[in-house]
């Protein structure tokens, strides 16, 4: 399984975007799956998880109440929307898949399979 993340960009403080998150080459539909950041001069960051199902999300206290992660198991993609961004916001967001690890979904070493990033920057 790939994992293709995109939706990134500029947006201004304030500003929405959504990113997504798409697997190819098997279907991640019953896996966990969680959206984590790194931002320049900082540690990885757990931003949300979702459930294989979708009925658990999980988000880091920084972005909840703001971001809202979705999926899609039909169309085999995750979703992290991001509303009332910050310049703080800005990093390179990853998604990822946990085929079953030991831990906490927002543990980065729960998940085994990591997509590319993609560039979120906010402005103030």
């Known amino acids: 399984v790939q994992l293709q993340a995109c939706g990134g960009g500029l947006v201004q403080g304030g500003g929405s975007l959504r990113l997504s998150c798409a697997a190819s080459?098997?279907?991640?539909?019953?896996?966990?799956m969680g959206w984590f950041r790194k931002a320049p001069g900082k540690e990885r960051e757990f931003v949300s998880g979702i459930s294989w199902s979708g009925s658990s999300t999980y988000y880091g206290r920084s972005v909840k109440g703001r971001f809202t992660i979705s999926r899609d198991n039909i169309q085999n993609t995750v979703y992290l929307q991001m509303n009332s961004l910050k310049p703080e916001d800005t990093a390179v967001y990853y998604c990822?898949?946990?085929?079953?690890?030991?831990?906490?979904?927002?543990?980065?070493?729960?998940?085994?399979?990591w997509g590319q990033g993609t560039q979120v920057t906010v402005s103030s």
């Open positions: 080459g098997g279907t991640v539909s019953s896996y966990g």
């Open positions: 990822a898949a946990d085929r079953g690890g030991v831990g906490y979904p927002s543990m980065d070493s729960k998940y085994d399979i």
